[in-house]
């Protein structure tokens, strides 16, 4: 089945700081590819998305691209602020699926 | 558009007992997808349903059910609370409904505690 494995956190860097969190995943065909970012006590909201390989998917200053031959989409950003403190989700949904399957999460601190 | 709105935000229920959770989508939306997340599993996804027709299950028990309403708006049960049911329900909208590349909306999800 389908599956998708981020880089364990928690994740504290400085304000301004590169920030990369690792996503893989496993998925028969070519699914669609999603970032998720969570502030405490909300819902998820969805950051960015790419939905064929090498697309690239950008949001507020972050990107991701959609890498088939790595299975991979790692999230990046320049420069990251406090305000970007949360817990951001890898997501994969397969065609014509109705569900999305998501990483564990990856909870980022960013201290001024 | 307003956006997905999850009713009520906080719950606080006892064993054995049932509860109903209710999602009204963005209008428009026909499809309603339900996840539960919990610190140790993470985000799981319960059901989703179109046009009134359960179209996907997950693996859980049949004491969680589900149901849509002509208008989309979509409620979920649970019967016999068990501890480990305790956890933020989320709800998600899409449009179209075909899954694959289109974007689910969700809703800012129900905080359930079971005693």
């Known amino acids: 089945g389908n599956s998708v494995t981020q880089m364990e956190g928690p994740v504290t860097l400085s304000e301004e700081a590169f920030l990369t969190i690792n996503c893989t995943y496993t998925a028969t065909g070519y699914p669609s590819l999603f970032w998720y970012v969570q502030y405490p006590g909300e819902g998820l909201q969805l950051l960015l998305k790419?939905?064929?390989?090498?697309d690239k998917g950008s949001n507020k200053g972050f990107e991701a691209t959609y890498r088939k031959e790595t299975t991979s989409f790692h999230l990046e950003k320049g420069s990251v602020q406090v305000s970007d403190s949360a817990v951001y989700f890898c997501a994969l949904r397969s065609q014509n699926a109705g569900k999305s399957t998501f990483g564990d999460g990856t909870t980022l601190t960013v201290k001024p | 558009k307003a956006g997905v709105t999850q009713t009520p935000r906080y719950l606080i229920k006892t064993r054995g007992q049932q509860v109903t959770l209710s999602c009204s989508p963005i209008?428009?939306?026909?499809?309603v997808s339900w996840y539960q997340q919990t610190p140790g599993q993470g985000l799981q996804f319960l059901f989703e349903?179109?046009?009134?027709?359960?179209?996907n299950k997950g693996n859980f028990p049949g004491r969680f059910s589900g149901r849509q309403f002509s208008n989309s708006r979509s409620e979920m049960n649970v019967s016999t609370l068990e501890l480990g049911d305790s956890a933020l329900y989320l709800c998600a909208s899409e449009n179209s409904g075909t899954g694959g590349s289109d974007t689910q909306y969700f809703g800012p999800g129900t905080r359930l505690t079971v005693l």
């Open positions: 209008s428009g939306h026909r499809s």
């Open positions: 790419a939905t064929k390989a090498d």
């Open positions: 349903y179109f046009s009134e027709t359960q179209r």
